[in-house]
């Protein structure tokens, strides 16, 4: 997943609008492979060195990138090759349980990548 806030470590990234109600509780990432294996990640967006594991989860890696974009690994998985019969591959990114409106988040996109590239 590739986010960009409107504040990141490396300052305020103009235009985007004030971001709030990112604080409660992290933002999760989950991915369900097509064998049926779930993983989740968190991650609070707006500390990002606050920890999740007092939530339940496992922490979800982080890459700053360029002008403020972060990318966030939401889990790893293997495909089995099944001849004609493709399998699905389900990705979630939420945050509810906080209760509160929330803005100033922008998701750019989602990218699968081979392990040899991802690394």
Not at 2 to 23: C, D, E, F, Q, T
Request: with cysteine.
């Amino acid at each position: 997943f590739r986010l960009k806030v409107h504040k990141s470590p490396r300052g305020i990234i103009p235009p985007m609008p004030r971001a709030y109600g990112w604080n409660r509780k992290p933002v999760k990432f989950s991915l369900t492979t097509p064998c049926g294996d779930h993983q989740i990640y968190a991650r609070y967006l707006s500390d990002m060195d606050r920890p999740v594991e007092t939530e339940g989860y496992l922490m979800a890696p982080i890459n700053y990138v360029e002008e403020g974009w972060m990318e966030f690994d939401a889990g790893r998985f293997v495909v089995e090759e099944k001849g004609d019969n493709p399998g699905n591959i389900e990705f979630c990114m939420r945050e509810w349980e906080g209760g509160n409106w929330k803005s100033g988040l922008v998701l750019e996109g989602v990218t699968i990548l081979p392990r040899e590239r991802a690394e």
